[in-house]
């Protein structure tokens, strides 16, 4: 299971490296993309369908999950690390994220969310100051749907 936070930085050429712990679970064949709220999602290419759970089979008149497929496919690229677990961010990932010169790498079980550091540190201290409500809705929407 990917977990735990990492820290990082932009070297040469764009290259990051993808912290040992976590490239010795998910691989060196990868797959990076766009995420949600300005990270980028990394994941195994065995890993790859997890990311489209709640889209696959739907109907392709559901605008929902085409843009769904159409932000994490059409932002999607392989990237294969090198010896020392480098890879190279593509720019258009890069700009998205407003990767400067430090990264944060977040292992959430499945994949690797990758931060710009200040980005991840503004929306961890929101996070902080919210996760009580955020938990709240989560045990809400399980009570509804027991009903």
Do not use: H
């Not at 593509?90 to 969310?113: M, N, Q, W």
């Amino acid at each position: 299971m990917l977990l735990g936070q990492y820290e990082g930085v932009v070297g040469e050429k764009n290259r990051i490296a993808l912290p040992k712990k976590l490239r010795e679970i998910i691989g060196n064949k990868l797959i990076i993309t766009l995420g949600y709220e300005n990270s980028l999602i990394i994941v195994s290419e065995a890993g790859w369908k997890a990311l489209l759970e709640g889209t696959e089979g739907k109907p392709f008149i559901q605008k929902p999950a085409r843009e769904t497929q159409r932000f994490l496919l059409g932002g999607a690229t392989f990237i294969e690390l090198d010896s020392k677990g480098r890879f190279v961010i593509p720019d258009y990932l890069r700009r998205f994220a407003k990767i400067k010169t430090e990264v944060v790498f977040l292992g959430l079980s499945r994949y690797v969310e990758l931060w710009d550091r200040r980005v991840w540190e503004v929306y961890r201290q929101n996070l902080e100051k919210n996760i009580d409500n955020i938990s709240q809705k989560l045990i809400d929407k399980e009570k509804d749907r027991e009903r």
